[in-house]
């Protein structure tokens, strides 16, 4: 079963950075998408950031609002793992952030979403 490995969660103080990292546990056949989600308590989940990895629109980028200027995706594809760079943190950032991936497994498999289990941010000073 493949799975979404988060990693790189903590405790940061307002104006401080930290980088998420996401690796996919397994060779799969093609990964679309790969995006970070982000849910603060409370709240519903939310897009932060995403990455096109496949098919026509490959290396097209997306940002939420809060994200644009502060937070990079990015995807190292020896490593399959994808990183999201997050400086100029601000309390409002608190949240359990998640990874999200849209894949075939196999070539005779349909394309899935998979999710993380999530990794907690927490700014605060």
């Known amino acids: 079963q493949v799975q979404l490995v988060e990693s790189g969660g903590g405790l940061v103080q307002p104006g401080g950075s930290l980088t998420l990292s996401c690796a996919v546990s397994?060779?799969?056949?093609?990964?679309?998408?790969m995006a970070w989600y982000r849910q603060a308590p409370g709240q519903q989940r939310e897009l932060v950031a995403s990455?096109?990895?496949?098919?026509?629109?490959?290396?097209?980028?997306n940002y939420t609002e809060s994200a644009k200027g502060r937070f990079t995706i990015s995807r190292d594809l020896s490593k399959n793992t994808v990183d999201l760079q997050m400086n100029s943190l601000k309390p409002e950032d608190t949240a359990v952030y998640y990874c999200?991936?849209?894949?075939?497994?196999?070539?005779?498999?349909?394309?899935?979403?998979?999710w993380g289990r999530g990794t907690q941010v927490t700014v605060s000073s």
């Open positions: 999200y991936a849209d894949l075939k497994t196999s070539w005779n498999t349909a394309r899935a979403d998979y």
């Open positions: 990455m096109n990895t496949g098919g026509w629109n490959s290396g097209r980028i």
């Open positions: 397994e060779w799969v056949f093609n990964i679309y998408i």
